[in-house]
């Protein structure tokens, strides 16, 4: 089957820098995308990987290992704004996403 | 810019009865997406289109059905509702399916089956 794992929740304070992990397996890799949703909210866009290494966007950075079906959100100087959820969907050998439950951030002042 | 727009926000339906949940995107989009969210796991594809007037199955399609007559618009149906469906209804379009390019969401459909 495929599978998507994220750590249910983490906690970080305001300021600091926290990386959310990603592993997944599926059938097939076509990239991989990191969305946030606050919450009762849409899922909005944050970053897509698709080749091994780094995509920094602002203070969002995301990390992709094809080899080790692995990636990481990397977010740096941390505001109260970025709690929210964290969701790593991968694209699979049919094009589909297939989404992780996605990891609760919590940021405490 | 309206994005991708879902009508209704909340519903609340009795065990048997039906209901049309209706996504619409003025972003020119050819692939719309229903997704279902519920705690603990993450978005589960229930049906999408790649284009006007076509539909197919996605990872839990049994008890929806969906429409796509026209580009902008993707229903799902509920011919008999039951407590099982009680879900977060996300709709979501791409411009396309490779590449960078993002699924785009409504701000979804909250429903409660009694």
Same mark, same amino acid.
């Given at each position: 089957?495929?599978?998507?794992?994220?750590?249910?929740?983490?906690?970080?304070?305001?300021?600091?820098?926290?990386?959310?992990?990603?592993? %997944?397996?599926?059938?097939?890799?076509?990239?991989?995308?990191? %969305?946030?949703?606050?919450?009762?909210?849409?899922?909005?866009?944050?970053?897509?990987?698709?080749?091994?290494?780094?995509?920094?966007?602002?203070?969002?950075?995301?990390?992709?290992?094809?080899?080790?079906? %692995?990636?990481?959100?990397?977010?740096?100087?941390?505001?109260?704004?970025?709690?929210?959820?964290?969701?790593?969907?991968?694209?699979?050998?049919? %094009?589909?996403?297939?989404?992780?439950?996605?990891?609760?951030?919590?940021?405490?002042? | 810019?309206?994005?991708?727009?879902?009508?209704?926000?909340?519903?609340?339906?009795?065990?048997?009865?039906?209901?049309?949940?209706?996504?619409?995107?003025?972003?020119?989009?050819? @692939?719309?997406?229903? @997704?279902?969210?519920?705690?603990?796991?993450?978005?589960?594809?229930?049906? @999408?289109?790649? $284009?006007?007037?076509?539909?197919?199955?996605?990872?839990?399609?049994?008890?929806?059905?969906?429409?796509?007559?026209?580009?902008?618009?993707?229903?799902?149906?509920?011919?008999?509702?039951?407590?099982?469906?009680?879900?977060?209804?996300?709709?979501?379009?791409?411009?396309?399916?490779? $590449?960078?390019?993002?699924?785009?969401?409504?701000?979804?459909?909250?429903?409660?089956?009694?």
């Amino acid at each position: 089957g495929q599978n998507i794992d994220q750590p249910t929740e983490m906690t970080a304070t305001e300021g600091a820098i926290v990386q959310i992990n990603c592993t %997944y397996q599926t059938s097939g890799f076509n990239g991989l995308f990191w %969305y946030q949703q606050h919450a009762g909210e849409a899922p909005t866009f944050l970053s897509y990987n698709v080749l091994d290494g780094l995509e920094e966007k602002g203070r969002f950075s995301s990390f992709l290992s094809r080899s080790k079906g %692995y990636s990481y959100l990397l977010l740096k100087e941390l505001q109260m704004k970025d709690s929210a959820s964290y969701l790593c969907a991968v694209r699979d050998s049919n %094009y589909q996403l297939i989404w992780g439950a996605g990891t609760k951030l919590i940021i405490k002042p | 810019n309206a994005g991708v727009t879902q009508t209704p926000k909340f519903r609340v339906l009795k065990t048997g009865q039906s209901m049309t949940l209706l996504c619409a995107q003025d972003m020119n989009h050819e @692939y719309m997406y229903w @997704y279902r969210q519920d705690p603990g796991m993450g978005l589960r594809l229930i049906h @999408y289109s790649v $284009g006007e007037g076509t539909t197919a199955k996605g990872e839990v399609p049994d008890g929806y059905n969906v429409s796509r007559l026209k580009k902008q618009n993707f229903l799902l149906g509920l011919e008999s509702a039951a407590p099982s469906q009680t879900s977060v209804y996300f709709c979501a379009s791409s411009y396309q399916v490779e $590449g960078g390019q993002p699924q785009h969401f409504g701000d979804g459909t909250r429903l409660s089956i009694l």
